[in-house]
């Protein structure tokens, strides 16, 4: 739930499946731990004294500056309402804080973090925290078990759809001992959730929000207990954090060597060109590029070559996520799967890739593409027992050889792929009457490619040209952020570029992604609208898993629905997480596999 795509290192996976696939014996009762991981054991014993991908002995000092896009306003990224400004989040690491922190270099492990014991059974029907006696806010008042069931109880009625729907799904939140909070689930089946209330429920203070109105926006900084406070901030062009002194958790071993900067200062730019320009000219100290072209075309600025600014194309062993174009299935024209077939045939990668991307990126053939979830040939037998009982409501392709989209020459003439999507076209009713595509009622076939990013423009134009050679008039339209925004929140679109990013461990965002209780809920991330049980189906089995066996499984099976009903167009991904850093930016030896983190960075010029 809730970022750079590679491909992995040789040998990457098997040391991941070494720390997924063995499962320790389950004891006859719940013991506390100081840790909690998805399938198998933690990498880290309890004791430990660093991450493996820190730098333990980082300076502190200086300021770290960065770039954000667009504007904010508001400080409260849990509600549906306003634009929370950079860092704010509790995933940036840097200022609300959760009961439990995430290793990067495990699939999906967490370690204390506000608290110092996490207990659950072996069915992890529930899951028991004790909150550690010295965490606090910054104001210096304690972290206590009120403030967690406050935080669930706001988080459950009044946040974003996604998080109301996972944090409704624990039945009772209830104190157990003095610095004890337990959470019960309505079932056991989903060994996924005691995680995600470690990991990705924010704790809240009740006496900061008790009187102020959670559902609103606010440019006053909340009470939270991270590394940093926010310094000081002008209304949707920058805001500074400084780092606490009296930060509570400063000395633990899940932090050593990170939070190492005094000031983190992200300043916002109306888009991407004038960020970069603003970068190389010194005016902040690092980004992450994810566009090829920029890439291969515009970092051969004087710094660059002169050493002062360093490039590298880091390898992680995350999946790849889906970059796609994504159909609107509530439309009536998507809701035919040959229809979405022949769109598929009309998108020429290749051709893309070559005069428009410098060959920078990779075709996506899987949302778990570069791991082992990827599917491979045939189904298994696992994956075969979880399809079998879907035969007949699932494609035919879904028993066969793993999804691979149309390929073409790369010439820019796909005149076969053109040919098969016009014969899909007419099988579906959609033919062609004086050069148009049209349906049997006369009605023109019109599709708008809807995009927020300009450097999707010509991705856009170039579909939409071998689209109008099928007959289909496909306008593209550029929209603000805000407005591209609100157009997904109310599904107000026919086709837009959407990614969905995976982990090494799917579950329930998988559930936010493509669950038929969210193709109708506003705001939600099943912009698609999928709505088919046997998808939801895959996505019951993922919580499901107990071995990374199952795990595998069900993720194969979930991705060959998915892919075989076309329900989305997939595209392409990063062969690595490009970074550009001026060269006082320290980094760390070791990268995890999940990538890169700024919480690990350095200033080399800090006593």
Same mark, same amino acid.
């Given at each position: 739930?809730?970022?750079? /795509?590679?491909?992995?290192?040789?040998?990457?996976?098997?040391? /991941?499946?070494?720390?997924?696939?063995?499962?320790?014996?389950?004891?006859?009762?719940?013991?506390?731990?100081?840790?909690?991981? !998805?399938?198998?054991?933690?990498?880290?014993?309890?004791?430990?004294?660093?991450?493996? +991908?820190?730098?333990?002995?980082?300076?502190?000092?200086?300021?770290?500056?960065?770039?954000?896009?667009?504007?904010?306003?508001?400080?409260?990224?849990?509600?549906? #309402?306003?634009?929370?400004?950079?860092?704010?989040?509790?995933?940036?690491?840097?200022? =609300?804080?959760?009961?439990?922190?995430?290793?990067? $270099?495990?699939?999906?492990?967490?370690?204390?973090?506000?608290?110092?014991?996490?207990?659950?059974?072996?069915?992890?029907?529930?899951?028991?925290?004790?909150?550690?006696?010295?965490?606090?806010?910054?104001?210096?008042?304690?972290?206590?078990?009120?403030?967690?069931?406050?935080?669930?109880?706001?988080?459950?009625?009044?946040?974003?759809?996604?998080?109301?729907?996972?944090?409704?799904?624990?039945?009772?939140?209830?104190?157990?001992?003095?610095?004890?909070?337990?959470?019960?689930?309505?079932?056991?089946?989903?060994?996924?959730?005691? @995680?995600?209330?470690?990991?990705?429920?924010?704790?809240?203070?009740?006496?900061?929000?008790?009187?102020?109105?959670?559902?609103?926006?606010?440019?006053?900084?909340?009470?939270?207990?991270?590394?940093?406070?926010? %310094?000081? @901030?002008?209304?949707?062009?920058?805001?500074?954090?400084?780092?606490?002194?009296?930060?509570?958790?400063?000395?633990?071993?899940?932090?050593?060597?990170?939070?190492?900067? %005094?000031?983190?200062?992200?300043?916002?730019?109306?888009?991407?060109?004038?960020? /970069?320009?603003?970068?190389?000219?010194?005016?902040?100290?690092?980004? =992450?590029?994810? %566009?090829?072209?920029?890439?291969?075309?515009?970092?051969?600025?004087?710094?660059?070559?002169?050493?002062?600014?360093?490039?590298?194309?880091?390898?992680?062993?995350?999946?790849? *996520? @889906?970059?796609?174009?994504?159909?609107?299935?509530?439309?009536?024209?998507?809701?035919?799967?040959?229809?979405?077939?022949?769109?598929?045939?009309?998108?020429?990668?290749?051709?893309?890739?070559?005069?428009?991307?410098?060959?920078?990126?990779?075709?996506?053939?899987? !949302?778990?593409?570069?791991?082992? !979830?990827?599917?491979?040939?045939?189904?298994?037998?696992?994956?075969?027992?979880?399809?079998?009982?879907?035969?007949?409501?699932?494609?035919?392709?879904?028993?066969?050889?793993?999804?691979?989209?149309?390929?073409?020459?790369?010439?820019?003439?796909?005149?076969?792929?053109?040919?098969?999507?016009?014969?899909?076209?007419?099988?579906?009713?959609?033919?062609?009457?004086?050069?148009?595509?049209?349906?049997?009622?006369?009605?023109?076939?019109?599709?708008?490619?809807?995009?927020?990013?300009?450097?999707?423009?010509?991705?856009?134009?170039?579909?939409?040209?071998?689209?109008?050679?099928?007959?289909?008039?496909?306008?593209?339209?550029?929209?603000?952020?805000?407005?591209?925004?609100?157009?997904? $929140?109310?599904?107000?679109? %026919?086709?837009?570029?959407?990614?969905? *990013?995976?982990?090494?461990?799917?579950?329930?965002?998988?559930?936010?992604?493509?669950?038929?209780?969210?193709?109708?809920?506003?705001?939600?991330?099943?912009?698609?609208?999928?709505?088919?049980?046997?998808?939801?189906?895959?996505?019951?089995?993922?919580?499901?898993?107990?071995? #990374?066996?199952?795990?595998?499984?069900?993720?194969?099976?979930?991705?060959?629905?998915? !892919?075989?009903?076309? +329900?989305? /167009?997939?595209?392409?991904?990063?062969?690595?997480?490009?970074?550009?850093?001026?060269?006082?930016? *320290?980094?760390?030896?070791?990268?995890?596999?999940? *990538?890169?983190?700024?919480?690990?960075?350095?200033?080399?010029?800090?006593?």
């Amino acid at each position: 739930m809730r970022d750079f /795509l590679s491909l992995p290192k040789p040998g990457c996976f098997a040391v /991941l499946l070494a720390l997924g696939a063995a499962i320790l014996p389950a004891p006859a009762a719940a013991q506390a731990e100081h840790a909690i991981a !998805m399938l198998g054991p933690v990498k880290y014993e309890a004791g430990f004294s660093h991450f493996d +991908y820190v730098n333990p002995d980082a300076p502190k000092g200086g300021t770290l500056r960065l770039h954000a896009l667009g504007s904010f306003d508001t400080l409260n990224p849990y509600i549906v #309402r306003g634009k929370p400004a950079a860092g704010v989040h509790h995933g940036s690491g840097i200022y =609300f804080e959760t009961l439990a922190k995430r290793s990067r $270099d495990e699939p999906f492990t967490l370690y204390g973090l506000l608290a110092e014991r996490i207990e659950t059974p072996a069915d992890r029907a529930w899951v028991e925290f004790t909150l550690r006696a010295e965490a606090a806010f910054s104001d210096g008042s304690p972290v206590t078990v009120e403030d967690v069931i406050f935080s669930w109880e706001t988080l459950k009625t009044k946040s974003l759809p996604n998080a109301r729907a996972t944090w409704s799904r624990a039945q009772t939140v209830t104190r157990t001992g003095p610095r004890k909070v337990r959470f019960v689930f309505e079932n056991n089946k989903d060994r996924e959730l005691p @995680l995600l209330v470690a990991g990705f429920m924010p704790i809240l203070s009740k006496a900061w929000w008790q009187d102020r109105p959670f559902d609103s926006t606010t440019l006053e900084p909340p009470l939270a207990s991270g590394p940093y406070v926010i %310094d000081s @901030l002008e209304p949707g062009r920058t805001i500074t954090y400084r780092r606490n002194p009296d930060y509570w958790g400063k000395d633990l071993a899940i932090n050593r060597g990170q939070h190492n900067f %005094d000031l983190i200062r992200y300043d916002y730019f109306r888009d991407a060109s004038v960020a /970069l320009e603003s970068f190389k000219a010194g005016d902040y100290d690092l980004r =992450f590029e994810g %566009d090829a072209t920029r890439w291969a075309t515009q970092y051969g600025f004087p710094a660059v070559r002169e050493g002062r600014v360093e490039l590298s194309v880091l390898e992680t062993g995350i999946p790849s *996520g @889906l970059n796609a174009l994504t159909f609107n299935l509530r439309k009536p024209e998507f809701r035919d799967a040959r229809v979405r077939e022949a769109f598929a045939n009309a998108f020429d990668f290749e051709w893309i890739n070559k005069a428009l991307l410098h060959d920078g990126y990779v075709r996506t053939t899987s !949302m778990f593409t570069g791991s082992d !979830m990827a599917p491979v040939g045939e189904p298994t037998p696992a994956e075969l027992a979880l399809l079998e009982p879907w035969r007949g409501q699932i494609p035919d392709a879904v028993f066969g050889p793993a999804y691979a989209p149309p390929a073409t020459d790369g010439s820019g003439r796909p005149r076969a792929n053109l040919k098969r999507a016009a014969a899909l076209l007419d099988a579906a009713g959609w033919t062609i009457r004086d050069g148009v595509r049209v349906d049997g009622n006369g009605t023109p076939f019109r599709v708008e490619l809807t995009i927020r990013r300009p450097s999707n423009e010509k991705i856009a134009l170039a579909f939409g040209r071998n689209l109008q050679r099928l007959g289909i008039e496909a306008p593209v339209r550029l929209v603000e952020s805000a407005q591209f925004q609100g157009m997904i $929140d109310t599904y107000d679109f %026919d086709i837009v570029f959407g990614f969905w *990013g995976v982990t090494l461990s799917p579950g329930n965002e998988q559930q936010n992604y493509w669950g038929a209780q969210n193709a109708s809920l506003p705001g939600g991330r099943n912009w698609a609208g999928v709505s088919d049980p046997a998808v939801d189906a895959m996505i019951d089995a993922l919580g499901a898993a107990r071995d #990374r066996e199952a795990l595998v499984a069900a993720a194969r099976a979930l991705d060959r629905i998915l !892919m075989w009903n076309h +329900y989305l /167009l997939p595209l392409y991904h990063d062969p690595g997480q490009r970074l550009a850093r001026w060269s006082y930016i *320290g980094i760390p030896a070791t990268i995890p596999v999940y *990538g890169l983190r700024l919480e690990a960075l350095w200033d080399t010029r800090a006593n």
